[in-house]
């Protein structure tokens, strides 16, 4: 049995979906761990009824003495590494998110402890974790030999299930000095309403073949209707077809969908990195040669003007 703490990250006052397949695997594979959720922003008996759900025994609400904890990222991995202390976690995880890169890295440098950053199956018992290397060609099992396992779960990798337990809420105020360099003075918010596309359960990505920015609209329309976000190849991006915030692969974001469905997407290596542990994945694509179809689990050979269309009809 480990103490193995998890950052939970919320998103509109909401706990993420993605924080219950790290919690899974914080349970272990026996799912003996007592599973400590550390929170930043939430409220921890709000949190309790979604947390308990899925194994959590103590919900940690984290505050600082002295300071304003949401405006910087130093003062929130000072928390944090003060939490870990405190409860004597053994590992502390969380997402292979915007906000995890940052903190994780930060408690590592702090801590002059390892990282294991983006990992796509962690086993805190073992104190190893696996991750995609040279772009998803390779997979590699690390293990770790320090007091404290650090590492960042890919979004969606790890399925979330279900193991009920009775979580109890606990105040924690970390003493950290307030000497930090980097303070956030304001939050730009992107495209409100739209799924976020490192937790979308389904996202359609447009490549070259989109033609222009206008013609994206096809795409939200059907993403609407599937509850799904739109991603952009970097060709796609590269001719101002969209921003890169919606850019997936090496230089983009890395995204783990149930299903992905690439339109007009050749499949290019750089691509593949960030999207290649997608559950399922589907190749619309009017050349039958595409290197996508060799990785795709369902291949259209058609036009995406016509097969989006006709997709966007078909669940309307
Ligand atoms: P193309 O390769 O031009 O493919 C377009 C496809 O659309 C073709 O297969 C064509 O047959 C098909 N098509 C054309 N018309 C239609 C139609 N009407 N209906 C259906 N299909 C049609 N790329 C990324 O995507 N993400 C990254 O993060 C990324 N990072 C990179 C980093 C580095 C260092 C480098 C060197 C490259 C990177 N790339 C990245 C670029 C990558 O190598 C490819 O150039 C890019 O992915 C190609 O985008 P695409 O598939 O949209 O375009």
């Known amino acids: 049995m480990t103490r193995t703490g998890v950052l939970i990250e919320t998103g509109e006052g909401k706990i993420k979906e993605t924080n219950f397949g790290v919690l899974t695997a914080a349970r272990g594979k026996a799912g003996d761990n007592e599973v400590y959720a550390l929170l930043l922003d939430g409220d921890a008996e709000a949190a309790k009824a979604e947390l308990s759900a899925f194994g959590v025994q103590k919900i940690i609400a984290i505050s600082i003495a002295s300071g304003d904890l949401a405006t910087s990222p130093e003062l929130q991995a000072d928390a944090i590494v003060a939490a870990a202390k405190e409860y004597e976690l053994k590992a502390v995880m969380g997402l292979a998110s915007t906000t995890g890169r940052d903190l994780f890295a930060r408690m590592a440098a702090t801590l002059d402890l390892p990282l294991i950053s983006d990992c796509i199956s962690v086993d805190v018992n073992e104190n190893s974790a696996v991750k995609s290397h040279f772009s998803g060609k390779t997979f590699a099992t690390i293990k770790v030999e320090a007091e404290l396992m650090l590492c960042t779960v890919r979004p969606n990798a790890i399925e979330a299930v279900k193991a009920p337990a009775e979580a109890e809420a606990i105040s924690f105020s970390a003493t950290v000095s307030d000497g930090a360099k980097v303070k956030i003075i304001e939050r730009k918010k992107g495209d409100g309403g ?83 542990t997608s559950k399922v994945i589907v190749g619309i694509n009017t050349d039958k040669d595409a290197p996508i179809f060799a990785k795709s689990d369902y291949g259209i050979i058609g036009d995406i003007f016509e097969v989006i269309p006709a997709l966007t009809e078909a669940l309307k």
């Open 194 to 276: 739209k799924v976020d596309l490192t937790e979308a359960p389904v996202i359609l990505t447009g490549g070259r073949a989109i033609k222009s920015a206008e013609n994206f609209s096809m795409l939200e329309e059907c993403a609407a209707l599937l509850g799904a976000a739109v991603g952009a190849s970097r060709a796609a991006v590269d001719a101002g077809y969209a921003p890169h915030s919606m850019q997936v692969g090496q230089t983009g974001k890395t995204v783990g969908p149930k299903l992905y469905l690439a339109c007009g997407v050749s499949g290019a290596v750089q691509h593949f990195a960030g999207m290649k």
